[in-house]
């Protein structure tokens, strides 16, 4: 079974930039998509981007022209460079798959599986 594992995650001042990085271990990712979540605390977990295997990208509006997702098949990883990054957008922030088409987006949490542990971003002033 294929295993997730999240990092880059760390303590930043706003306006700063992080790049979290999710490898994937025990097999070859290959998925109709994989994308970032983000949980922040109280809240339920949700969507950030996600990019689909016929190279469509999504961002949830918030993050759109400030985070950019990339995968690199051949280190079988996925990225999000995170810049600008505001308090909001503290979180735990997750990596995972899914096999159908048509999940990304919306980007519902239901259809998505193979999740990692996370990596805390944490944005303070």
């Known amino acids: 079974q294929v295993q997730f594992v999240e990092s880059g995650g760390d303590l930043v001042r706003p306006g700063e930039s992080l790049k979290l990085s999710c490898v994937a271990s025990?097999?070859?990712?290959?998925?109709?998509?994989v994308g970032w979540f983000c949980q922040a605390p109280g809240k339920e977990r949700e969507g950030v981007s996600c990019?689909?295997?016929?190279?469509?990208?999504w961002y949830t509006e918030s993050v759109e022209g400030r985070f950019t997702i990339s995968r690199d098949y051949a280190k079988n990883a996925v990225y999000l460079q995170m810049d600008t990054l505001t308090p909001e957008d503290t979180a735990v922030y997750y990596c995972?798959?899914?096999?159908?088409?048509?999940?990304?987006?919306?980007?519902?949490?239901?259809?998505?599986?193979?999740w990692g542990q996370g990596t805390q971003v944490t944005v303070f002033s």
């Open positions: 990019v689909h295997v016929n190279g469509g990208m």
């Open positions: 025990g097999g070859t990712m290959v998925y109709a998509a």
């Open positions: 995972a798959t899914t096999d159908r088409f048509f999940a990304c987006p919306p980007m519902s949490t239901s259809d998505f599986g193979s």
